[in-house]
């Protein structure tokens, strides 16, 4: 049952009445629902009751009952529906799909991007390099004369510089 919490005001999802369980109590949720839909308990258990009560359906000429969610979608879910109707009617996925499908292309694109930063990275860090060499080389070209000027060494001219 969602509810708000009053510390911080924020919704807060069902934790499957973690502290009922703890006391051996059935969620609140299954407990108090009329028409026992939600029902509780060993999965193996509860996919035999199910399973008897869409043979029931069926006898009773609702040949369109089904249970969503069993073994045959993507491995079964560890909940299940029994519908009477298309699973889109009641908002849920025909062909749902574990989100776990996209962990190989998530994990190759996260390491090309990790890859790239790092070639980024070496090459600005050598740019810096670069240019702190060169700035060195500017400087050692520099020549100091006795009466307090420079000349600056370059290959194309002499240029005298003011000591500052």
């Known amino acids: 049952m969602i509810e708000i919490n009053p510390v911080n005001d924020t919704a807060m999802k069902c934790t499957l009445c973690y502290d009922r369980m703890q006391n051996g109590l059935t969620p609140a949720c299954a407990q108090a629902c009329p028409t026992a839909s939600i029902q509780f308990g060993a999965i193996d258990e509860l996919r035999e009751r199910a399973r008897a009560r869409v043979e029931q359906l069926q006898s009773q000429g609702e040949s369109r009952a089904r249970i969503y969610g069993e073994a045959d979608i993507v491995g079964?879910?560890?909940?299940f529906y029994l519908l009477v109707d298309e699973p889109e009617v009641y908002g849920l996925p025909s062909n749902?799909?574990?989100?776990?499908?996209?962990v190989p292309?998530?994990?190759?694109?996260?390491?090309?991007?990790?890859?790239?930063?790092?070639?980024?990275?070496?090459?600005?860090?050598?740019?810096?390099?670069?240019?702190?060499?060169?700035?060195?080389?500017?400087?050692?070209?520099?020549?100091?004369g006795a009466d307090g000027t420079a000349t600056l060494d370059t290959a194309d001219t002499d240029e005298e510089v003011d000591r500052a």
């Open 96 to 102: 749902p799909k574990l989100p776990s499908r996209n």
């Open 76 to 79: 079964g879910l560890n909940s």
């Open 105 to 144: 292309t998530g994990g190759a694109l996260s390491a090309v991007g990790a890859a790239a930063m790092g070639v980024l990275g070496l090459v600005g860090l050598r740019k810096r390099r670069m240019d702190g060499f060169a700035a060195e080389a500017r400087q050692a070209r520099i020549t100091r």
